[in-house]
């Protein structure tokens, strides 16, 4: 049974799991004062251009989200999201929790647009409705889709007039900046949004995100925040090793370049039996349409989700390859879909 399922089914790069061996027993400061985090901080924010911004590295995906959404939030303002975004529908409710709403956006392709959040800014006019002041957005959704520089930029630009805050899940963010569609550059990203992460628990680390804050007004205390929250590490060194590890040179970018090949592969030999995709996902998912038979069959040796049920017949899978997808197994399962895929074709004909 081989795992498709996501991109964090095996453990760490083992460059990773060298460094944290090799600085074992090294004494050093805790909750992120150590040497190791410092490094990381100060060179992510040379791969940023130098630009003035605060770094924190904290464990988790919904950790990173709640700390800092509460935080840039006061207690009346709510997030806004597209219906598929992480926040409404796989984090357990823990934006709620912090007592802020998630405004819910019907979204092509999982992708916020100026229009759309004109739209809700329109329906909550007065202090009898929560506030809409933070768009939340990922990069690559949780579609697979990923945003253009322009795209961006139009949504950056209109956050900015309109005093809203605009955030950045980047759980996958190394699939979305390697992309071949991509046009973005990880330093263009200071100046697009206030706040965003870059994620390495999907990415060749054990764990650990890097929050980077952008607009200085949402800086202040706020490790306070964390602390408060307990994302305050006191192995902090534990993320400031595997970052520095995956920064130091490309590896970051190597890992998503080759879970980013691993999908395409997949994407080509599904596209070859004609079959029709869910929607455009130029990263490392993919959502095929298969017949519920043909599924069950591919569900005998793979794992994978079955994500959405398109009618009594068809259903769309997910499949998800990371930075230690195996060629070998791409090749199994397109051998395997491909014979199964003739099989069913012969018994209807």
Request: aromatic share 8%; hydrophobic share 40%.
């Amino acid at each position: 049974m081989y795992s498709f399922k996501n991109d964090y089914s095996e453990g760490a790069h083992p460059r990773i799991l060298n460094a944290l061996i090799e600085s074992n027993l090294v004494q050093d400061y805790g909750y992120g004062e150590d040497q190791f985090s410092r490094k990381a901080v100060e060179l992510l924010k040379e791969r940023m251009g130098g630009s003035e911004v605060d770094v924190h590295l904290l464990s988790g995906g919904t950790q990173t989200n709640l700390i800092a959404i509460s935080a840039f939030l006061r207690p009346h303002e709510a997030a806004m999201a597209a219906s598929t975004g992480h926040i409404l529908g796989h984090e357990t409710g823990a934006i709620e929790a912090t007592g802020h709403k998630i405004l819910s956006i019907e979204a092509k392709n999982g992708k916020l647009t100026p229009e759309h959040v004109q739209a809700v800014l329109d329906g909550h006019s007065d202090e009898h409705m929560v506030k809409p002041k933070l768009v939340y957005i990922s990069n690559s959704t949780e579609i697979g889709s990923i945003y253009s520089r322009s795209e961006l930029e139009q949504l950056s630009d209109f956050c900015k007039n309109n005093h809203l805050i605009l955030y950045m899940d980047g759980a996958r963010l190394g699939s979305a900046l390697c992309s071949e569609e991509n046009d973005l550059q990880l330093s263009d990203l200071p100046r697009l949004v206030d706040a965003f992460y870059i994620g390495g628990t999907k990415n060749g680390a054990l764990l650990g995100e890097a929050l980077v804050i952008c607009r200085d007004a949402l800086k202040e205390d706020f490790r306070y925040h964390m602390k408060q929250k307990g994302a305050l590490l006191a192995k902090g060194r534990l993320l400031g090793i595997q970052f520095l590890e995956l920064f130091r040179d490309d590896l970051f970018f190597e890992l998503a370049t080759h879970a980013n090949q691993m999908a395409a592969t997949l994407r080509e030999g599904i596209c070859k039996a004609n079959i029709p995709f869910l929607t455009h996902s130029p990263s490392n998912q993919i959502f095929p349409i298969l017949p519920n038979a043909l599924i069950a069959e591919l569900e005998k040796n793979y794992a994978f989700h079955i994500w959405e049920k398109i009618d009594g017949n068809h259903s769309a899978i997910r499949l998800v390859t990371s930075w230690a997808t195996k060629e070998e197994e791409v090749a199994a399962f397109l051998e395997d879909f491909t014979a199964l895929f003739i099989q069913r074709i012969n018994r209807e004909s």
